[in-house]
């Protein structure tokens, strides 16, 4: 498979838990509201659990922000 770089820098594998668990977040990263990503989180929590809802919300919530923050310093 192919490497690929994670948002914290690490490279992983194309086919990795890792790189399907930054794919997801990713996905949640670019719905377009605050409820569907909150909505999709808690889908998640439930179906898998808290733990793992929190996890996923937290990856989501950096990838988003770092998103945001390239778009700032794009403007500037």
Do not use: F
């Not at 086919?15 to 509201?33: D, K, T, V, Y």
């Not at 919530?61 to 778009?71: D, P, V």
């Amino acid at each position: 498979m192919n490497t690929v770089t994670l948002i914290d820098g690490s490279q992983a594998d194309s086919a990795s838990e890792a790189w399907r668990h930054e794919c997801e977040a990713r996905h949640i990263a670019n719905l377009p509201s605050r409820e569907q990503r909150q909505d999709y989180v808690a889908a998640v929590a439930k179906r898998r659990g808290e733990t793992a809802g929190q996890a996923l919300e937290q990856l989501a919530t950096r990838i988003y922000t770092a998103k945001r923050q390239a778009i700032r310093a794009a403007r500037a």
